[in-house]
């Protein structure tokens, strides 16, 4: 199966023989000569054949495709500027490896319920391509950023006895004779004994919320990357957000301008992801809120139509820090300067996406840290743990996580965060 060449080596091939295999996305003909759109993941490529210079056999295969039978084509490669890549395939073999009747999408205009039935099928569509392409890239500056600057890959657990975030939306099982058994909602309880190891860690994995909301920013399962670092507050934390953000987007910018021109993504508002990001208290931001016509009781978490409305008035992503306590989990650091808030933060993206990233201080008082988890009713002995991290040589820390869908919605443009995953876990939907 070495014996083809992809699509996106084509290039290099002008004036040469190629093998190509891949799938039919469309054809056409005028009867003398026809027109193949195959794909084959790598790229696009028009296949022309000429009646008069092949086979009856070979023309009468032609006329036999239909959109995504998979084939084998080789030819000579041509140079052509309007083709995609700057190349075309004069056909002379054509070989139908597997056939396809009736494929479910069509180019016309089908129901999202509909594609996401077909969500195994729809992954082929160009659009779909280029979101996994946008996500695959933004994956790799990820991993790359914080190899860059020397931080360690701390794998966390999924299955895990104590509860990192809140006990609202919790996936639970039956753990042997161990009692409950959660999926994790975080790794950040982990990576903080990690960090104490060594000093500056991320994990990256999946983690799973029993959201019962059908909103456009939330999945059950969804991906987060986060980092812990020892010796580092919540300015520190912020500073090390805008750079990680800017230093992304500026990654899917530089590497996938196709694929988001395929996404019609207006890019200007990406470019203007640069530090500094603004900066907002909680309070403020409040105030800001209320002027634009909304009020939020203070205290209370700032819901999505919120975020909009407040990161709508700023030119590119905005923090807002200094959460009231009982909006925020357990593990924050309260505010020295102010008790009923503690030192965190979230960052809104622009353009309507709201929270991409949550982060904060770590509460780093034995005392204050127990008496917090008390509050919030969590089971004490499951974080015996968590507790001796403060007992043997606490340290001031602080991380933060990024939610990966959220931010390829935002980066591609796209509505919703269902799209922004291969195969989306929501409330109501658990196939394909
Ligand atoms: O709940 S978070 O705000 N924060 C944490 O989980 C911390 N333990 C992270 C840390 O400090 N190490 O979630 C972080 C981000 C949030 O900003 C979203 O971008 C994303 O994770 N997130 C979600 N994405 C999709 N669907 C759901 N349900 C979801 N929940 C959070």
């Known amino acids: 199966m070495t014996d083809h060449t992809r699509i996106s080596d084509l290039p290099k091939l ?17 009867g003398k000569i026809g027109f193949i759109m195959l794909r084959d993941g790598s790229g696009y490529l028009q296949a022309v054949i000429s009646r008069g210079e092949v086979i009856d056999e070979i023309w009468e295969r032609f006329e036999q495709l239909t959109q995504e039978t998979s084939v084998a084509i080789s030819g000579e490669v041509r140079a052509d500027r309007r083709s ?48 996994m392409k946008v996500r695959h890239e933004l994956v790799q500056a990820i991993r790359d950023f914080f190899y860059q600057r020397d931080f360690i890959l701390v794998d966390t657990p999924i299955l895990t006895g104590s509860i990192g975030e809140s006990a609202g939306t919790l996936f639970e099982t039956q753990y042997f004779d161990l009692g409950k058994a959660y999926l994790a909602q975080t790794g950040q309880l982990y990576l903080e004994a990690a960090a104490a190891a060594l000093g500056r860690v991320y994990c990256f994995g999946p983690t799973f919320r029993a959201e019962k909301s059908k909103t456009r920013r939330h999945l059950t399962e969804f991906w987060m990357v986060e980092p ?76 999505g139509d919120e975020e909009t409305l407040l990161a ?27 008790p009923r808030t503690v030192l965190n933060n979230d960052c809104l993206a622009p353009e309507g ?25 969590l089971p004490e002995e499951a974080y015996g743990w968590y507790l ?21 919605a935002w ?19 658990l196939f394909p």
């Open 14 to 30: 002008v004036g040469q023989t190629a093998t190509l295999r891949g799938w039919v996305m469309t054809t056409r003909s005028s």
């Open 84 to 131: 995609p890549g700057g190349v075309e395939l004069g056909v002379r073999d054509l070989e139908i490896l597997g056939k396809s009747e009736d494929f479910p999408i069509t180019p016309k205009e089908h129901g999202t319920t509909f594609l996401f039935q077909h969500r195994h099928l729809w992954l082929r569509s160009r659009r779909q391509v280029a979101i």
């Open 228 to 303: 812990e670092v020892a010796w580092f507050d919540s300015e520190d934390n912020m500073k090390l957000q805008e750079e990680f953000v800017s230093y992304i987007v500026g990654r899917c910018l530089d590497r996938r301008r196709e694929e988001l021109k395929e996404l019609e993504r207006d890019t200007a508002p990406l470019e203007r992801v640069v530090p500094p990001f603004h900066r907002i208290s909680y309070t403020d931001a409040l105030e800001r809120l209320r002027a634009l016509g909304a009020e939020v009781p203070w205290g209370k978490d700032l819901g």
């Open 388 to 408: 001796d991290l403060r007992k043997y040589g606490t340290f001031v820390h602080s991380g933060f996580g990024l939610g990966i869908e959220r931010t390829v």
């Open 353 to 377: 996406y709201g929270e991409i990233i949550g982060g904060s201080q770590r509460e780093d008082d034995y005392d204050r840290l127990l008496c917090r988890i008390r509050e919030e009713n």
């Open 411 to 429: 980066i591609c443009g796209i509505p919703h965060v269902r799209e922004a995953i291969a195969f989306p876990r929501q409330m109501h939907r």
């Open 312 to 338: 709508n008035s700023f030119d590119r992503p905005v923090f807002v820090y200094n959460y009231p306590k009982e909006a925020k989990a357990f593990y924050m650091k309260e505010n020295p300067a102010d």
